[in-house]
């Protein structure tokens, strides 16, 4: 797979590029790019997530981030970040990134993972090298 920029309605210097193919597709709630965003800007040595779901979401949310997004320090891969984020009407999430570059969102009950919360809106930007 291949990161592609997403089409954009103005020219931008860092545009969004689309994830959608590299999240994990086993989720009951998962659907097509259009109720399912899962997108990426690289703006000099920061990377910004943004993940948009109409329909839930799982706790694991991409299987492996491409090399050019996994963050790095001292020229070692991170073995573990706590992204702080915001989601409207639940408060503060947290976005986990894991050394193997899996992407959590882990919860508590079901809202989001059994589709009640519909409308899960998080972002959040680190820096990729140190």
């Known amino acids: 797979m291949s990161l592609s920029a997403i089409p954009q ?24 790019s259009s109720s399912f965003n899962f997108l990426a800007k690289v703006t000099a040595n920061e990377v910004t997530l943004q993940l948009h779901t109409r329909g839930g979401t ?51 009950g079901g809202g989001i993972a059994d589709g009640t919360n519909k409308n899960v809106v998080c972002q959040a930007t680190y820096v990729r090298r140190s």
Do not use: K
């Open 58 to 108: 799982a706790r694991q949310i991409i299987s492996a981030l491409p090399d050019e997004l996994l963050p790095e320090v001292g020229g070692s891969a991170v073995r573990y970040w706590t992204l702080p984020a915001f989601q409207y009407g639940v408060g503060t999430v947290v976005l986990e990134l894991h050394a193997d570059g899996t992407l959590h969102l882990p919860y508590w």
């Open 9 to 32: 309605p103005y020219p931008d210097r860092e545009p969004w590029l689309d994830l959608h193919e590299y999240a994990i597709n086993n989720w009951h709630m998962l659907g097509p």
